[in-house]
């Protein structure tokens, strides 16, 4: 695909969480079609700066912001720096995430506020922040998780409850932002091979012999399936909410 032919020329993207695992891989996909692309980080600057790095010797542009997806006042400036420096918010990604858990009798409420924070409240407010000035054709897309289809062991009620919430949050949402001509929608990975959850690690071992393919998710391939709902053939796509989990909960 030549430059002035890539689907997301003239586009700008953010994406939270886009240093490493899904995120680092959304960022790149959608810099190769075309997009300037902003990423949030908290926790592995270099792994930022790798990502930046690397999508700027593909001829790309791209930055990297500090932002902890858990400070409401870090996602918000982040959403205006992006905007400052490409001019818009085309595409939102809201991708960043935690994971804490364990058996609902033993969960601080600390790690609750923490997740509500992170996974729920940081969503909430970069799709506020970014719709201020978002303009027809723009697009939302969560990063949802197939547990909210299928728990597959337990301990993971907390994060399931956070990206319920979300999936929640999307149905509703079109609603609002139909009649301006931009879309949202969740994709719920299933197992995938990311830094929370490797493939080999722990949780491997228990949902491996349930996936239908085989074989535990890439990261490039969910980005794939990112990159078709951030695309112009995907206008007609909103409120979805898409399973990308190898067979997993069918």
């Known amino acids: ?23 680092a891989a959304v960022a790149k996909r959608l810099a190769k079609d075309g997009a300037a692309v902003a990423i949030t980080y908290h926790g592995s600057p270099d792994k930022a700066a790798a990502v930046v790095a690397e999508i700027e010797t593909a001829g790309g542009r791209a930055v990297a912001i500090k932002a902890d997806a858990g400070d409401a006042a870090a996602v918000r400036a982040a959403v205006a720096e ?15 995430g935690i994971a804490l858990g364990g058996p609902i009798d033993e969960i601080t409420e600390a790690d609750y506020a923490r997740m509500i924070a992170g996974n729920v409240t940081g969503v909430f407010v970069a799709t506020q922040e970014a719709v201020r000035s978002m303009k027809p ?16 062991f337990p301990t993971a009620s907390l ?13 509703s949402l079109v609603r609002d932002l139909g009649p301006r001509g931009i ?10 091979d990311t830094d929370m959850n490797p493939d080999g690690g722990p949780v ?10 085989g074989r535990y998710g890439r990261p490039e391939e969910i980005a794939s399936v990112v990159a078709y709902l951030a695309s112009p053939e995907a206008a007609f796509v909103t409120g979805a909410d898409i399973v990308a989990d190898g067979g997993f909960t069918a």
Request: charged share 15%; proline share 3%.
């Open 204 to 213: 491997s071992k228990i949902v491996g012999p349930g996936m239908a393919i």
């Open 159 to 171: 994060y399931t409850l956070t990206k319920g919430a979300v999936a929640g949050f999307n149905r």
């Open 82 to 96: 992006t905007v400052k420096l490409f001019g818009s918010v085309d595409i939102l990604v809201n991708n960043a």
């Open 137 to 152: 054709g723009g697009r939302i897309i969560h990063i949802g998780s197939s547990m909210v289809r299928y728990a597959a």
């Open 1 to 23: 695909m030549s430059e002035t032919t890539k689907s997301l020329a003239g586009k700008a993207a953010l994406v939270t969480g886009g240093s490493r695992s899904i995120g």
């Open 183 to 192: 879309t949202v929608n969740t994709v719920h990975p299933g197992p995938t």
